[in-house]
């Protein structure tokens, strides 16, 4: 598609729009909330990627992937808390809230990964928002359609 000639075009409209327009709120657990609590949220909230805080900022995160190898290992899941499972800083990839939409989609991308926490702050960081492929499946859904979806 890159020797389209719409190619600039669409790359300039997705780079005029922000993930806080498209994100979704945030699935957050405090790290010392038990992988049982993990399971609950992902089927109550119907998510599938948790964001674990420390004090309300963010420390780590926890995948269903996560979720489930831990659920077939011999632990006892309500003892077991989400610390000892997560994805830890530094390691996470997150994004700010004026960032594009079009850089969310690329780190979602090159990291293989299926969401990202939209945070704020500078070494301790605020999860305010989650940017997953269904927000960027949905503005796809939603740039291509006419007036009447
Ligand atoms: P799943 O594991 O359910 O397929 P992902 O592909 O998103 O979901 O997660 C793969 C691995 O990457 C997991 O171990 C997870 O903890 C980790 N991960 C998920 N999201 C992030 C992120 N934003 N930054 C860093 N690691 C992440």
Redesign the pocket.
């Known amino acids: 598609y890159k020797g389209d000639p719409t190619h600039l075009e669409i790359r300039k409209m997705l780079d005029g729009i922000h993930v806080e327009e498209i994100m979704s709120v945030p699935a957050v657990l405090d790290e010392k909330a038990s992988v049982y609590d993990g399971i609950c949220a992902v089927f109550l909230e119907n998510i599938?990627?948790i964001f674990i805080t420390r004090q309300g900022f963010l420390v780590?995160?926890?995948?269903?992937?996560?979720?489930?190898r831990s659920a077939i290992g011999q632990v006892d899941l309500e003892k077991t808390p989400l610390s000892m499972i997560?994805?830890r800083m530094p390691?996470?990839?997150?994004i700010g809230p004026k960032d594009s939409v079009y850089t969310a989609a690329q780190?979602i991308d090159q990291?293989?990964?299926?969401?990202?926490?939209v945070v704020v702050g500078e070494e301790q960081l605020k999860v305010v928002g989650r940017l997953t492929k269904t927000n960027i499946n949905r503005l796809v859904v939603e740039l291509g359609g006419d007036d009447e979806s």
């Open positions: 599938g990627t780590g995160c926890v995948s269903r992937k996560d979720l489930l997560m994805t390691n996470i990839i997150s780190a990291w293989e990964i299926d969401a990202l926490p």
